[in-house]
């Protein structure tokens, strides 16, 4: 059984490494080669971990000592999203560790995280690396809706390149700078902030109400965030390219139609978290704080 568990797992593994290999540029695929040559595997029973701690866990990977672990009873449907997490890490002597967008601070007398910062982005775009190559191939299991899609609409802002080559590098200082660049760097901190917070929040089901306006608050302003950003991108676009009005519209409302006004989780309904006031007003301050009085009438 376990011979035939690790046969296959390396099978998954080759086949990964190929479709990378066809997909990213050779600069791309050093931090692959590298982890992929040195990995651990380990297989784990979840259930019995997930039952006494009502997780439901399947699988994960440690950067400290590059150890992929995997389900014993499950682990085709999530071991892609894993492999992508293997193939973004960097460990600096064991005090740093980025994984794609998610980097971890370790304390250095007990070995705990003492800082993180990224995790719910990282998740998201992982998330959705695994779907984007390889959901037309294998039923890859349903994760974290609604950081795959806000990692979505943040590749939009950065383009789909760019974006790529910052994750496989773990760059998550070329994420933020990338961001800076259209939006202030407080506001970048504090949208990472805030969607590690969710990250977290949505795994929760004992939610309160005091609690569930908290989190319906921090979804708003990581909306106006996005909008924000994606409208500051449209206003540079607009010199450069010498977008229409009408051209402008529709990317904008292309853009707000991709987030969600509602997200359900754990069996918590968490509404009203893209309201037409709120996008009304972000779009009306951006617009006349950049002298676009023409392009705020477009919804
Ligand atoms: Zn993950």
């Known amino acids: 059984m376990k011979r035939d568990n690790i046969d296959r797992v390396k099978t998954l593994i080759i086949e990964f490494i190929k479709i990378m290999e066809d997909s990213l540029s050779k600069e791309d695929l050093i931090m692959i080669i590298n982890n992929f040559n040195t990995l651990n595997i380990k297989f784990k029973n979840y259930k019995i971990t ?19 672990m995997l389900d014993i009873n499950n682990f085709e449907s999530t071991i892609y999203h894993e492999l992508f997490h293997v193939a973004s890490s960097k460990n600096y002597l064991n005090k740093i560790l980025i994984s ?15 800082r993180s910062i990224g995790i719910g982005i990282n998740e998201g775009y ?18 974290y809706r609604y950081q795959v899609n806000v990692a979505k609409l943040i590749e939009e802002i950065i383009g789909e390149y760019k974006m790529q080559s910052l994750y496989f590098h773990a760059n998550l200082m070329g994420l933020i700078n990338e961001l800076s660049f ?3 760097y407080d506001k970048v901190m504090e949208f990472l902030t805030q969607l590690d917070f969710l990250h977290r929040k949505l795994s929760y089901t004992n939610i309160n109400l005091k609690e569930k ?23 540079e676009e607009i010199k450069i390219y010498n977008l229409t009005e009408e051209q402008f519209n529709i990317k904008v409302l292309n853009f707000i139609e991709q987030i969600p006004i509602a997200v359900e989780s754990k069996k ?32």
């Not at 997930?50 to 992929?68: E, K, S, W």
């Not at 967008?101 to 003492?114: A, Q």
């Not at 959901?135 to 299991?141: D, G, P």
């Not at 309904?269 to 705020?296: F, G, Q």
């Open 50 to 68: 997930n039952f006494l701690f009502l997780d439901n866990t399947v699988g994960g990977y440690n950067p400290l000592n590059n150890t992929l």
């Open 100 to 114: 794609g967008f998610h980097l971890n601070k370790i304390s250095l007398n007990n070995s705990k995280h003492t």
């Open 126 to 143: 992982t998330q959705y690396l695994a779907e984007k190559y390889f959901s037309n191939k294998k039923y890859i299991m349903s994760a």
């Open 182 to 184: 259209y939006n202030d």
């Open 213 to 235: 306006n908290t989190i319906i608050n921090i979804f708003c302003k990581v909306h106006v965030f996005l909008i924000e950003t994606y409208l500051y991108k449209l206003l």
């Open 268 to 299: 918590v309904l968490y509404d009203e978290i893209l309201t037409h006031e709120l996008i009304e007003k972000t779009i009306e301050r951006i617009c006349i704080t950049n002298d676009r009085k023409d392009v705020v009438k477009i919804i």
